[in-house]
C-alpha cells in the first residue's frame, strides 16, 4: 500500500489571512507542519499543495515538495483530489497546514484503520478527542463528532452533539480533529460530488462524505496540538513550543 502525505495551504485563510507564513521559534507554521510530516518517515512522499506563491517558495527554497493548485476550490479536499489525481498511490494523509504539533502516533493510528478486513470498509479515516470542558463544548470553532459503536462517524456539527436533553445522564463529547487518511479513489469521488445541505449549512466538508453514504472511521487519539485559526491561537502554540 503506497501511502502519501498532502498539506493543502491557502494562504488567504478568512480568520487569519497569511496565518502559514507566520514564525514558530525559526520556522514558519507550514514549514514546520511539513517537517514534522516527513520525520515521521511513515509516508513514501510529502507534498505541500497551495495556491500561494510565497508558500510554494517556502517549501521549495527549503528542500520540500510542494505543488501549484491550478484551479480555485471550496475545500482543501478538492485541492487534494487535484493534486494527487496523478500520483501513484493508494491512501493519502491530509495534514492541515495550521496543525504544526501533529505526531507520529496519530498519523501511524491513522493508517492503521485501512488494513485488515475490517479496513476495507474504511473510505477515510479522522481523528477524534474527548473534551470536557462547557465553552469547548459550546464553542462552534471547535467541531464535535458522534460515532457508532464500531467508531464510524454519524455526523459532525459546529453544535454540541448529542443535545443534552436528559439531565440525568452525562453524555460524552469529542472535539474532531481535522487530520484525515483517504482512499484516493473516495477523496477522486468527493472531488466530483456537488455540495448538499449539511455540508454547505455546517461549512464542514466532511459532511459530504456522510451525505453520499460514504463510511469514515474516528479514531481517538491522547494527542493534544494546536490549531491555528486565530492570532490568539498563534500565542498559544509559541507558548507550547516554548
Known sequence: MRKIAVIPARYAASRFPGKLMEKLGDKTVIRMTY??????????????????????????????????????????????????????CDVVLNVQGDEPFINEKALAD????????????????????????????????????????????????????????ETNFTATYYRHIGVYAFRKNALLKFAKLEMRQCERVEKLEQLRYLEYGMKIKVVQTSFNGVGIDTPEDLVKAKALLN
Do not use: M, W
Open 110 to 165: 491513522l493508517l492503521c484503520s485501512f488494513e485488515g478486513e475490517e479496513g476495507k470498509n474504511v473510505d477515510v479515516a479522522t481523528l477524534k478527542q474527548e473534551i470536557t470542558e462547557a465553552e469547548e463544548i459550546n464553542n462552534p470553532n471547535i467541531v464535535k463528532v458522534i460515532v457508532d459503536f464500531k467508531d464510524y462517524a454519524l455526523y459532525f456539527s459546529r453544535s454540541p452533539i448529542p443535545f443534552a436533553r
Open 35 to 88: 517537517d514534522n510530516v516527513v520525520a515521521t518517515n511513515l509516508f513514501d512522499d510529502v507534498f505541500v499543495v497551495t495556491d500561494s506563491e510565497l508558500i510554494y517558495n517556502e517549501i521549495e527554497n527549503h528542500g520540500g515538495k510542494a505543488i501549484y493548485s491550478l484551479k480555485e476550490h471550496e475545500t482543501g479536499s478538492d485541492r487534494i483530489a487535484e493534486a494527487v489525481e496523478q500520483l501513484e
